[in-house]
DNA sequence: CCTTGCCTTGACGCCGGTGTCAGGGCATAC
DNA sequence: GTATGCCCTGACACCGGCGTCAAGGCAAGG
């Protein structure tokens, strides 16, 4: 499988493949011509990859989920390794989630703060 | 008041207050030398400034506040221009909370998938 | 032979708030 | 005069996951 078919069958481009090449992810086998050349497991790799990055990992914490699921594992994320970077992420998630919930919350006091403000404008000029 | 000052009350720097100023958010008067004069209330206003983008909001968003702190209100969001900005912000951020929690609730199924792993492989090889 | 369409590598652009460096002016104190 | 320390403008660097363009090779069909 050529990096054309690869991409368009994990829905993704040839650039987005040779950028997870460069970043150790997935290494495909040469043709003579120097054509990047797929097996069809690789686009299990791919989808995982894709869906780590959806859920906020960075390329560089993707390695170990790759391992594992090349080292034959039914799912990435069964290794120590991988394990480990899901402890940080989940960590990193729930900050953030404080730090979401704070901004929402003084949102919520500004608007409220601002729908009494106009209230009291309007008993002043009735 | 010179721009070193103001920054160090509003604990910042003279490069984000001129940045500040690029983006129309304050606007000194010269002195003769050209350099920035700022009044006293342009702390408040810094401030300001500075809350929101803590929040969150990117420094084209607060224009509509500092012209409201500037018409003489007693806050920055009581405008109604703020207000508009305000309930987009809180949309965007319910949208990141929501993503943020699926994600969260993802990485803690995946966290006790591994752990049911490593007991199963324990019960295997005793 | 020429076109078409895939492939290759290499490199710049984006976004946004700020750090940082370059190169130069002004002010104050010695 | 000069040393110090502030000020000025302008411009590049950062981060990260790509998009996109450039310039060229290879394969297959007319």
Redesign the pocket.
Known sequence: M????L?ERAG?????L???EE?GLIR?R?D?????QYDDGELRVVNE??AL?ADG?????IKPFVDCLRAGNTAGHVCPDSVAVLRRRLAEVDGYLEQLTGVRQRLREQLSQAIEHREARCLLNP
């Open positions: 050529l990096i054309g078919e991409a993704t481009s040839p650039r987005t040779r950028y997870y970043h495909p040469r003579a011509n120097g054509y990047r990859i894709r990055l990992f960075g390329v560089d914490d």
